[in-house]
């Protein structure tokens, strides 16, 4: 009765992935609101049934995927399907927080292997694909300028183009990045419907309450003086420098906007003011980086303790 029941549940979680996956396959706006979606039926049978039958899910969606979707539908399947297993484990072994970190390398391993594949067997390489549209881009709005009889500010020009190749340097990073958000989003979705279904959870720290290692300032602060040291650009010692300082800037923006939330709450301040801190931050590129200077001083000064007395 117990087997009965499992692959009952499989079926309708299958069937809950496909119509999921065809409709972000052929209904592209509603399609990107459910993207964050598919990796539920995954997560959900895994917590209820374990590793074994979440890999048989997986193979069944494969299956289902070539027969209703394409070929190209395969990588959609495969990165929300592994993505979705990793999480389900570590929430069943009640770990939120290893659920969004493994939710995240498994992400990138999927972002990977597939920017890999593209390469490998379709010659098709998304990163030099989208600098040569930025190029054209840049190339159509001199030569519209040009048709109007206006001059080009090659300054303003020599500036995008640098910060175009900017960008291509941070590619690991921004990988980083994008996985980190769909393991969060996934999160989101998940945790409303496996409270419904009572398995309980481990609840992460309110975001006001974290605090990274103080050591980053250190790391942050030699990362910084790497590039005093003339590095050539496009060695691989600048683009780990690059990435490396990408990635410390993100995690002091994210501390500087968790002590914003601490000291709101310590004052009783409303919601509604780190809220409206970060959409300015993100606006305005200043207050980003007034941000970042309040995580240095949190963390190598323990402005939380002085808040607090």
Known sequence: MKRVNVLTEGA?????????????LYLPLIGAFLMVFLPLPFILYTVRHGIKAAVTLMAASIFITLIVGSLFALPLTLTYALSGIVMGYFYQKRQTAGALIGGTIAFLISFVVMYAASVAF?????IEEATGSMDETIDMAKSMMAAIGQEANEAAINQLEEQMKYIGYLIPS??????????????AVTIPVLKRLKIQLVPLKPFREWKLPASIVW??????FIFFLNLDTGSFL???????LFVLQVLLVVQGFSFIFFYSHVKNYSKAIPVTAIILSLILP???????ILGIIDLAFNLRGRVKK
């Open 238 to 244: 600048y683009l780990a420098a690059v990435n490396l």
């Open 219 to 224: 790391y942050y602060l030699i990362v910084s």
């Open 286 to 292: 200043i207050l980003m980086y007034l941000v970042r």
């Open 12 to 24: 309708i979680l299958l069937a809950l992935f496909t119509v999921l996956t065809l409709m972000t």
């Open 174 to 187: 921004l990988l980083v990045s994008v996985s980190f958000i769909f393991a969060i989003l996934s999160h």
């Open 122 to 126: 379709f010659q098709i390489d998304p």
